[in-house]
T-cell receptor, first 120, second 112 residues
């Protein structure tokens, strides 16, 4: 069975600090997909990034960057120069290959989430 | 492009009653998934529908059921409500190929 662990329950930083959110996953599949979502107080989960298991290239998008390491089953997320608007709950999620070889992106296993608070 | 729409946004029900929640996916998306979010259990997968058929099911009792219509809109039903069913219920829609799940704002259900 798949599992996603976000060991950091809460993180508090001051604006402009860099912050890294950790995510460790477990799966028996060789093909899988990893995601990060952000949940602001409004409740809606906002998609941030998707990464395939066969693509270990790290990615930078503005102030966001992701470090995917298959060898350690980790998919960490870094916010550079954090801002107050980054305050939210961040979820790491895993989707495995579905029946018939097609991936069901709709079935996600989520971590427990990390509450990030950025103080001015 | 309109996002995922969930109705109602808030609901208060009495223990023992039943409830139906609605989800309209993004136009063109045929997959709809439902999740329950509680402080204790976090985000848990309920079920996924694709082209009116249940494709995946999570580990929830039979009181939780769902369906999908030909226009891809989905409903989930919870019968004989328990206090522990109080949660934020999130719906997500997914496109056909290589797309992520897009979530609605959820329905907050309170059982009293």
């Amino acid at each position: 069975a798949q599992k996603v662990t976000q060991a950091q329950t809460e993180i508090s930083v001051v604006e402009k600090e860099d912050v890294t959110l950790d995510c460790v996953y477990e799966t028996r599949d060789t093909t899988y997909y990893l995601f990060w979502y952000k949940q602001p107080p409004s409740g809606e989960l906002v998609f941030l990034i998707r990464r395939n298991s066969f693509d270990e290239q790290n990615e930078i998008s503005g102030r966001y960057s992701w470090n995917f390491q298959k060898s350690t089953s980790s998919f960490n997320f870094t916010i550079t120069a954090s801002q107050v608007v980054d305050s939210a709950v961040y979820f790491c999620a895993l989707s495995e290959e579905g029946l018939g070889g097609g991936t069901s992106y709709g079935k996600l296993t989520f971590g427990q989430g990390t509450i990030l608070t950025v103080h001015p | 492009k309109a996002g995922v729409t969930q109705t109602p946004r808030y609901l208060i029900k009495t223990r023992g009653q039943q409830v139906t929640l609605s989800c309209s996916p993004i136009s063109g998306h045929r997959s709809v998934s439902w999740y329950q979010q509680t402080p204790g259990q976090g985000l848990q997968f309920l079920f996924e529908y694709f082209s009116e058929t249940q494709r995946n099911k999570g580990n929830f009792p039979g009181r939780f059921s769902g369906r999908q219509f030909s226009n891809s809109r989905s409903e989930m039903n919870v019968s004989t409500l328990e206090l522990g069913d109080s949660a934020l219920y999130l719906c997500a829609s997914t496109g056909n190929v290589n797309t992520e799940a897009f979530f609605g704002q959820g329905t907050r259900l309170t059982v009293v």
